[in-house]
Structures are given as C-alpha cells and as structure tokens.
C-alpha cells in the first residue's frame, strides 16, 4: 500500500523535494514539470531531453546531469508528460545545437512528444527523436517498432548523453542513440504488483506463488506465468529469453540487472552470479556490468536483465565518466573477475551417526533441533529477529562436521564449539561456541559425573562472564543454572556409590528435565507478530528462545547417555 | 514473500555475485565471507573494515572502495559474522598501519568483532573500534552506549574512510569517527515489514493502517505506533523525533533521508521537501543531501531521518570523492535551493457553476467524471494502468478552471481542451483536448443543431487522424461515432423546423443515448485483476475506458443543454 504522497499533489511535491535535495545539480523548468541540469542551455551542445511518466526513479529525472541528459520531463505516474511540459522543458534545455529525444516506446509519449516536436519545428528548434523498444517481451522481434522501452532506456540515454557531451552533433548523437537502442535488448520478470500513489488497491497482483515472465513497467502483461523460481532458475528464464533476441556482435556487452522496486539487492546478486555464468558460457564478455535500480516501477517485485552488444565506439560513450543524481561513474569501465572460490562452510548434513559418544550426543541434538528449527525461529521472532532455529541448525551442522574431524572428547568439543560460533553467527552462535568449548576443556582427563559437573561448571561460568546476563534475566541462562545445579545435586546424590555411566546418564537427565522446565516457563509464548504482542513478550522478558534450545540440547545429549539413541 | 535465495547459500551466492558484478572495484577474501577493495592492502594505510549481517545492501559490503571502507565481513541475514570470519577480513586489509572497525551497536556484532580484534592484537595487528550508536528510538539519550546503528553508520563509514584516504595515522581516523558518530541521529518510521531469504512468512508485519515510529533495521519493535500519516505527517514525525536529539554546531548539517526497501523513491521526495522545509526553518542549514537506499532492511517499507551535524573537518571528510559500488561522490558538496515555485496545476475545484452553456456543461461534465472516477480507474486497470478515472478529473478540472478565463464557445472549448491534454497528461489527454479544442473550433459563428453536427464530425476526424483508432477496436471511437451519426441524424430529422434549443438538446440526447449504449458494450467487464483475466479481457479489445467516460461526457452535456442541470 502506497503511504506517502496523494495523486493530485504527487508530481509537483516529488519533483520539489527531488530539486530541492540535488539542486547542486537539477533545477526546476520554471512553470513546469520538468527539469534540467543547473548549467544548462550549455551554448553549442546538443540538448538530450528525456522523459515519460513518473514511478521509474532514478529514470527519468535522477538522470539528469553531466554526461548524461541536459533535461527531462515528468509525467504523472505512468502517465506520459503533456505536450506542453515537453516543449516547455525542450526549450529550457536547447543550447542552439538542438534537441535529442529519448523515451520509451508507448502511445501517449509518442504523441505529447511528437507535437511538442512539431511545435519546436515550427519556432525554428531542430530535433530528433529515439524511441526505445528493447522489451523483447512486448513485440515480434519481425516488428521491433512495436516494443516497448524498459530498463534499456538507461542504455541509451547514457550513450546519447555522452555522445552529445562530447561534442557530437545533432544527426551524430542521434545515430549514437539509434545504434544503442538497436544493440539492446530486455527481459523481465516480475513476482508482485505495485500500488499507484493514493490508490486504495494494487495496480495489479502476482499471486504469491507465481512469476510473470515479461511482465511490462507498468503492470502490462507479461508473455508468461510460471510458478515461482529459484535464484538459479529465474536467471536462466531471463537468460534464455535474452540470447535468442541479441543481435551478433564481438562478444562485448554491458549488462543491467535492474530491479523494479521491492526486489533485495542481495537477491539480484544471487541471480547475478547465475545470469554471468550464462552468459560467459554462451561466448559473451560482460565488460561493464550493472546491478541495481535504475528504471523501476513504483514499488513491484521483479527484475529485469538488459544486454547491450557493444562495438568500441558504444563501449567508450558507455562507459565515459558522468554524474547525476541517480547514476554517478568515474568512467572506468568494469573489469569483472570470475567468482572465487566459494567457502567450505560446512552446511553438509552428516551421513552418518558418529563412533564416539561426542559424536552421538551432537548428532542427536543437531537431529532434535532440526525437528524444531521453525518453532526456535517462531520465538525468536517475537522479539528479535527470528533467525535462530536457522542458526542453530547450521551451528550444529558445523559442530557435528568439525567434531568428526578429531578424535576425544575435549578436543571433538573444542572444535565444535568453534565451528559453531564460526557458522552460528550472532550473539548466540558465539555463546554456545563458548559452552560446547568450555565444556570440553574441562573433559581432558577421566570422565566422571563430578568432572562432567566440574566441566559444566565451568562452561557456565565462561557464558555468563561473556553474556552479561543474570539469573533472572530470562535470558539461556535460566535454562543453565537449572541444569547445573540439578546436575550437581544428582551427582553428589549419587556420590559414594560407583561412578557407572549410568549415573552419569541419570544425573545428566534430571538436569535436562529442570531445564526443560525452566524454559518452558520462559518460552511459553503467543507467537503473536504484531507490535503490541511483541512488547508485550518483550516486556515479559520473553525474548531469548535460547532457553529452549538449550534444554533440546541437553535433553538429546541425555538420551545419548541413556542409550536411547 | 522473498522469492531468490535460500538461506543456507544465501550469503555465499549473493557475496559470490556481488563480486563478479563489481570485480573492477571488490575481490573476495579467500575462504571467508568478506570483501576487501581490490587494491587492498595499501602499505600505511589504516584498514576501515566494517560489517554486520546482511540484508542492508549497500551497507556494508557495497560501500567498500576508493575513498571508503578497505574491507567488509558480511554475516548470515540480520546476523552478526563471526570472530573467524572478521579476524580473516581484517588481516586481508591490514596495510600495516591498523584497522579501524565500525559496525553497529548490536551485541553480536560486539561479541565477534571484539573477540577478532583480541586476536589480531596476539598477532600484532593493532585496531580500534567504532561503534555506531545513532537510532535515538532504541535508548534514552543519557545512555547513548544503549542505542543502535542504524543508516547513520553511513556518515561513520564515510567519514573515516575519508580520514583514512588522506592519510590519517590509526588514532587520527578513530577520533575523527568518534566525532562522526557523536554528531550523528536517525530517527526512522516503518510501515510494512520484511521476509527472510527462504522463509515462508513475513519476519514481522504493520497493520495497514499502521506506521511504526523508531522501528528497528532488523524489525525490532518501534516506540510508538501511529495511524497512516502523509508525507507531511511523516515528514513532521521524523524531524520531530530528530531536532531535540541533534547536539548544537553552526547550524550546518549533512542530511540523509535513506529507504528501508520496499519504499518508493518518489515518495521519499515528498517526504523530503516537507523535511527540508522544517530543518530550514528550525535554523539549520543542510548542505549536503541524501534520498536513496543507503542501508536497507530486506523489502521492509518504511524511511529514516539521518543528520550529522557538520563542523569544518567533518564537512570536508563527508563531502572528499569515493567510488564504491553502492556510493560514489565526485567530491563537490550539495549546494541546494530553495523549491522553485511550483507550478499552478489547476487542480482548484471550481467554487461555483459559471455562467455561460459551455461552463455549466463543462463543470456538468466534470461532476459526472467526478462521480465516476473509481469505476473508471477499474475499467482501466483491468488491461492498463488504472489511471484513466484520475486522468479524466484532473483534466476536466483544468478544462473547466480555464474556460472560465476566456469568453465564447470557441475560445473557452480552445482553452479548455489545451488545459486537458497538459493537465490529464497521457494519450486520453491528448485526444480528449483535440476532442473539446477541434469542437470549439468549429462553434465559431452562430451556433446550430446543425453547426453543432458539423463541429463534431470536425472534431471526430482529427480524432481518428491522431489516434489512428478505426471504428470497431473498440476503442472510445466506438462511441464517439455512433454518437456523431446519430446526432447527424437527429439534426436531419428536424430539418425544416425551426432549429430551437430544444432540438439541438433533444438530438444531443438521441446522440449520448447511442454513445451510452455503446460504451457499455465496450466497457462491460469484469474487473478481474490478474493476467489471466487482464489477457482475456485485452484480446476481447475490453481495453478502453475512454468510450465510457466519453459517454459520460456527452450525457452531461446534454442535461445541461436540457436545462436539467
């Protein structure tokens, strides 16, 4: 839902904020919605002028700029700016040499722009015009005046923009733009729709379980829905729906992975390294790469991939130093390296129940806290971030896989207990690193009940120097201390007679069941989402479902003990 | 819902892709989740290394480069790396001088980068630390230990990246970050949550008629809630919740307004214009401006407010050139002006019912598309862009405020359709001006039932030269023609008798009955909104509202020539 800005206001109120925050570089087109650089009409040098309606930020205004293009004229949103505001912001911008163009291929452009350009004409103003049509998707490739433009805009304005900056003029700018446009090519997906500002509803929706291939910027229907995919596979539908349609070249591109609006960063990364594996495979050199936002949709869920086959003279004007709002470059032109080689990070599931009791015990737990990672992450996310089931699973993962490494329990712990804070992460993955290694250290010689006490003693006195937490804190430590002292007292319970295993494993049992009740008490929660219900718990203490992970911990160590597993 | 990425290879496929992407700038440290600049180590310069989970792209692995930080450790989603992880990192980017370490204040974060930098100093490797401590929501001024970091880290890292450019020894780049972070606040609202990389439901939600003041970048609970504001009210929130937090200086600030994901860039300079006029206002005086995404949280929807307050050396430092993948400064500070005057875009309703036929018919006309706006925004969604009902008002009022600036059918029908295309924008609001403007032009002398007749047959014709519509696309044409024979008829039917008023209305009405019915049989659809529907409804030619609203249009205008309104 669209928050900020009301329909009738939302133009004149962006675009005032817009000049307002980067007036070093924009300024207003008096009595109009348009804008031009500061330094412009520059004397002699041709003026590119873009534009289309609103909701593409950082196209078309935030284009604006040294190197790129001398004005552009905002519409409303999604709605073509009006003859009018074109030829208001044409001639504020002409510096003599006259006016290119630029905008996206669709009807209401066409027309407001054409008879701006008319009118010009007829006050003795030369221009010409590129319209960009590299949406593969929105046409026959037979009649590629019938594509629409999307995220190659940003191609071609950046060519024509440095084109002109260097000095080209009129007809030579205009041939630079019309061989970028036709060396460029696009393919979308989009995953969810976007809201139109003051509206009540979306646009339009993408059902939670499908993706629309080809989908247009402003919510045109796409060629295709599938269901919803992986990073992996994403890449290879924007791949296999770029190849075919990209004219022969040397091999150079530039490639634009561009995101819509509500699309992580992170995300387009992971789909990134998939789309350059693609693309080098299929003999092409992505020498100037470019992931980000650059010709959004209000605030739609997708991405979109634009290929750019270069020759030398695309390549320098791409790649010529320019500085606006939403696109700064230092002119030198990317020089990707093949991925390096990616970390063992010891995700592997174990094949296999280890031959020491070390061995047991961790795979029991990483087996039951597996079976309960979403219930961990449900109480987290009452008042944190809810990632712990997650990193406690891959902690004990790596503890399980680190322990097998070596032989004896101190040592198996030690290295455990590292390569759980190592994969754990966070607060949490450093404390029980610090337990299962403290632990351990205090196991280097016979194991009796009292030096396994002794050796729990130990670790909990470490976590709690390390945690700054209290008893009472409802924090993990009211699950330690329970199980501690319980199992001190078992064990000078059953001082005097044999040291078995068994009283081992019976001490160690009625530890973990004192501190499966103490953290049930803490983590006896709605697992409510909303603020109130967060604060609520949050203010109950009941934040730290490490409580409860501990005792699953203990507990499957104690059935390990016990000969149950 | 999050769509690319699984958790478990979440970070090493996005930090792999990220990578590939920007090569020319970042390489990866071998065998760890960390990126340093490729140029790293430099001999005698002081590392800046910062990190943190992941999921705030650019922040922190998209901020290293020339200028800002050597290196960044990245960490699973909203989770602290590990001490492993930073130790690694942080020897790739020592260049013998020391690391300087920010990240925020997060205990995780602390616990690791912590225990990394005892180890680096058992290897001789001397290093200080930043904490980042600007979210005024997450602790009480007189503890400003207890508060987070949040996008003020932006101003830390660049500052001390700066500091460390120029060649600062390891105290000199700590002090100067010391300064940074003593001087920055952020204060942030948030209204849509965010979901992890793999996982099934939203992290955390806000009501849709919430807004959550002083939320955290990981979702944690804010301190107030508050009903949907607009841009104004946020704007307001925002800096209220800023100015009594910021400590004194000269007056000049450095001002970030930074995007949490989901939020549109446009609507951030709606906020943002609100804001500047209140930091204005309050005395300060921002000299360099900020609206993007800077340090994100997943797809979260929301803003923060950042200000640092500037002295002369952090002016220097914040506005000194730096290249990185998520940032790049060409050193020169933000010079920003006052918003230009903005344009008066007609959107007055009009304070009374004007005199003459065409006023009254116009502002009858108006109310009908007033009265119809939504449905007509639906008709339009189901295969465009849902804008037409907005469109249509917006252009009437425009119409009907300047034909009250003008005298005589002709004129006031010129200017009133000169007014619509500039105001409704669009290809509708080009053809609809041609419509009212060729309309006039042929009411220039007396007016008959049959000048009348000939004005709109006149006006019909440019229509179909501009809009290229030809009868049966079921486009508004399918309207306008029936409506344009049937008045001709009408007309012809009355020949003989005297040409009153009453026959030019009576053969109007005959005319936008036809036109009704017509429209109706055009605009007669479901307004279903997903591509299944919006395809079918495209390949029925069920696209154009225009016939409807043109329908609307004429049937006003014969009320009033009825004497019904």
């Keep these: 839902m669209t928050v900020l800005g009301t329909a009738e206001t939302f133009k004149r109120d962006w675009v005032d904020g817009f000049v307002t925050a980067y007036g070093r570089e924009v300024r207003k087109v008096p009595d109009a919605y348009g804008v031009v650089a500061t330094d412009v009409p520059k004397r002699g040098k041709v003026a590119v002028v873009i534009g289309g309606g609103c909701g593409h930020y950082p196209a078309f205004a935030g284009l604006v700029g040294h190197g790129l293009a001398d004005g552009a004229v905002v519409g409303d949103v999604f709605t073509s700016p009006s003859a009018e505001q074109v030829h208001r912001t044409a001639r504020e911008a002409d510096g003599g040499a006259g006016v290119l163009f630029g905008y996206g291929n669709y009807q209401g452009d066409v027309l407001h722009f054409g008879l701006a350009a008319r009118r010009l004409a ?31 805009d940003f191609f071609v304005f950046k060519v024509a923009g440095a084109a002109a900056e260097r000095g080209d003029d009129l007809d030579g700018v205009h041939a630079a733009a019309v061989k970028a446009n036709a060396r460029t090519r696009t393919f979308g997906a989009a995953f969810g729709g976007c809201t139109l500002p003051g509206a009540a509803e979306p646009l339009f929706t993408v059902s939670d379980t499908d993706m629309e291939l080809g989908l247009g910027i402003h919510g045109e229907p796409g060629v295709r829905t599938v269901g919803r995919l992986a990073a992996t596979e994403l890449a290879d539908e924007l791949v296999d729906g770029l190849l075919p349609e990209l004219p022969s070249g040397d091999g150079r591109v530039a490639v634009l992975l561009n995101g819509l609006g509500r699309t992580k960063y992170e995300e387009m990364f992971v789909a990134y390294k998939r789309i350059h594996e693609r693309l080098t495979a299929a003999g092409l050199d992505p020498v100037h790469i470019e992931v980000g936002e650059f010709v959004t ?3 739609m869920a997708g991405v979109s991939l634009s290929a750019m086959v270069l020759d030398d003279e695309l390549a320098a004007l791409y790649a010529a130093p320019c500085s606006s709002p939403g696109y700064r470059s230092d002119g030198r032109p990317a020089a990707p390296v093949r991925p390096s080689v990616t970390v063992d990070d010891t995700l592997a599931t174990p094949q296999h129940a280890g031959e020491s009791t070390v061995d047991r015990a961790l795979t029991a737990a990483l087996r039951l806290i597996e079976a309960n990672e979403d219930e961990l992450g449900r109480l987290d996310a009452v008042a944190a971030d809810g990632d712990h089931g997650l990193g406690m699973t891959r902690g004990m993962r790596a503890a399980v896989t680190a322990a097998r490494r070596c032989t004896g329990p101190a040592e198996q712990l030690l290295a455990a207990g590292t390569a759980f804070a190592d994969a754990a992460g966070g607060a949490s993955g450093a404390l029980y690193g610090v337990l299962l290694a403290e632990t351990g250290a205090g196991l280097r010689g ?8 002794d050796a729990v003693d130990n670790a909990a006195a470490a976590f709690t120097t390390l945690g700054k937490a209290r008893p009472g804190d409802k924090t993990m430590l009211d699950a330690i201390e329970p199980f501690r002292t319980t199992l001190r007292a078992a064990v000078h319970g059953s001082a005097g007679r044999s040291d078995t295993g068994a009283d081992i ?61």
């Design 446 to 453: 016979e194991i009796t009940a009292e030096t396994l006490a």
């Design 297 to 299: 949709s209000l605030d």
């Design 122 to 152: 007829a006050e003795g103003i030369d221009s010409r015009t590129i319209l960009v049509t590299d949406d593969v998707a929105s046409g026959p490739s037979e009649d590629p005046a019938s594509r629409r433009g999307v995220a190659g």
């Design 505 to 565: 494993a019976d001490a160690w049992r009625k530890a973990a069941q004192a501190a499966t009740v103490a953290a049930q008490e803490t983590a006896d929660l709605v697992p409510g989402k909303g603020r109130a219900a967060r604060l609520a718990e949050r203010s109950k203490g009941h934040a730290d479902p490490g409580a409860t992970s501990f005792a699953l911990l203990v507990t499957a160590v104690g059935d390990v003990l016990g000969g149950q597993n």
